[in-house]
């Protein structure tokens, strides 16, 4: 592989040959080609220098040059210093612009200091603000305090800020409106104290940290998807003002045992509550209406689930293998369950569905092997395909009149189902709605089924 500098060709050298097949692309692209300065890497754009690599075994304090043959340094670009070593670094007047993850990863990093004649950039103890100090860029991942509280003068912190950070515990000051995307990824944090004025949490901010307890502030409307998941949490205060929990918002969370959410809650996300092993109780105020996709799937703690007054829809998979719930009593304004709702739920004895679902999808109760007692909606028109398949222990079911068609494998494998009551005005049935269903011997079909 041929390699290029500032100069010209790296590594190979450049004959005459070569210069006269590659002579257009050596002198009118050059600039964008890598070149070395010292331990650095970098590019030439627009007369200027952005450092875009650097050396990962070097251990010893790095001081970023002003200058690169006579061309200032004004860039540290995205993951420049990524995984790097080095204890210390200088960042000179200089620089600029300090792309996201410059610093990403660096878990040697316990000071960082800017030159004071830098007009963009500061430095207080170590760590890295805007100039004004009004924005907290990058807090040394191996800086060793007990805890650290921000300054009064800063507003937001940044994306990746406390990334990989070993800081036990941060108290925010009262000017924080924001915490920036995965802020403090993989941080060693175990407590946090949140102000009153806080107004948003990015994406996947606490992701695989150590906070055991949340309490956010009333002021609180947004948070990011998977913001607090494969967190140790005991215990959930509060959840602010926020509307709609997001996405894979405590996924993982196993430790977690039970949870009250307050008024006002609407959504529980997709993934919400997945995998949270230890979660046996939630309770839920009226004002939740929905569901999303897998919001407690594989939560095999959940034994019983009292669902909100004013639930209306269930999630695909939202209760797919909770292996441990027993009884399901759905509430009166439910419209709408969805595919694999409760599939999986092995040990699932009764359901109760209100006479207000319209929408059952398919495989809904699949292989729901103790499933004895089903009471179904009277507004329903099918049965989509694999309903209630291997659900083992079904004797009887009563389907309601108004079911005119149902699909394919709706009773598959319900191999002590002896009994169906298919309702007059049924027209259609699909292949296979009863194969593998030993214990049926003989079923009335209604005239102009087919």
């Known amino acids: 592989m041929i390699e290029f500098n500032k100069a010209g060709w790296k590594g190979k050298g450049c004959n005459r040959a070569i210069e006269l097949a590659f002579g257009i692309l050596c002198f009118s692209v050059v600039e964008l080609f890598t070149a070395e300065f010292g331990n650095f890497t970098y590019i030439e754009e627009n007369g200027a220098i952005t450092i875009t690599d650097f050396e990962r075994n070097f251990f010893d304090p790095v001081i970023i040059p ?3 043959d006579g061309k200032e340094v004004r860039k540290l670009a995205n993951a420049a210093f990524d995984s790097c070593k080095m204890p210390e670094i200088s960042i000179p007047s200089s620089v600029e612009v300090i792309e ?7 878990q040697f990093l316990t000071t960082i200091t800017v030159d004071s004649d830098n007009a963009g950039f500061s430095s207080l103890e170590g760590v890295l603000f805007s100039k004004d100090q009004s924005l907290l860029h990058q807090f040394p991942a191996a800086k ?11 507003t937001a912190i940044a994306d990746f800020a406390f990334q990989a950070a070993k800081l036990p515990s941060i108290t925010l000051s009262s000017k924080v409106t924001a915490i920036g995307d995965r802020a403090f990824e993989w941080s060693k944090l ?25 309490d956010l502030p009333e002021s609180l409307t947004e948070l990011g998807s998977s913001v607090f998941s494969n967190n140790p949490i005991e215990s959930i205060v509060s959840l602010g003002g926020v509307t709609e929990l997001p996405e894979r918002a405590f996924y993982s969370c196993g430790v977690l045992e039970q949870f009250a959410f307050s008024q006002g809650i609407i959504r529980i996300g997709d ?45 695909v998979e939202a209760f797919d293998d909770c292996e441990e719930l027993l009884l399901i009593n759905l509430p009166e304004g439910l419209e709408t369950i969805e595919e694999a709702a409760f599939r999986g739920c092995e040990n699932l004895l009764s359901v ?31 049965l989509e395909p694999r309903t209630f398949a291997s659900c083992e222990s079904l004797v009887t079911i009563d389907l309601p009149d108004g079911i005119i068609s149902i699909g394919e494998g709706a009773f598959v494998g319900c191999d002590r189902l002896t009994n169906v009551n298919l309702p007059g005005d049924c027209l259609e049935i699909d292949d296979e709605v009863f194969f593998d269903c030993a214990s049926i011997k003989s079923i009335e079909l209604p005239n102009g089924v087919k």
């Not at 996201?100 to 660096?106: D, G, K, L, P």
């Not at 939560?299 to 209306?312: D, I, M």
């Not at 059952?360 to 329903?380: M, T």
């Open 66 to 68: 002003a200058e690169i």
């Open 271 to 315: 993934e919400a509550f997945a995998s949270c092993s230890n979660l046996s109780s939630v309770t839920f105020p009226s004002s939740v209406e929905e569901f999303g996709f897998r919001a407690f799937y594989k939560c095999v703690g959940l034994t019983n689930f009292q669902f909100p007054v004013g639930l209306k829809r269930i999630g």
């Open 144 to 154: 060793e305090v007990a805890s650290y509280t921000t300054p009064v003068s800063v």
């Open 100 to 106: 996201t993850r410059a610093f990403y990863n660096c």
């Open 352 to 382: 109760s569905m209100p006479d207000t679902v319209v929408s059952l999808g398919k495989g809904a109760f699949g292989s729901c092997r103790e499933l004895v007692q089903v009471d179904l909606s009277s507004r329903l028109t099918s």
């Open 190 to 214: 175990e407590s946090i104290s949140f102000n009153q004025g806080l107004e948003k949490i990015g994406e996947g901010a606490f992701y695989y940290s150590f906070l055991k307890e949340i």
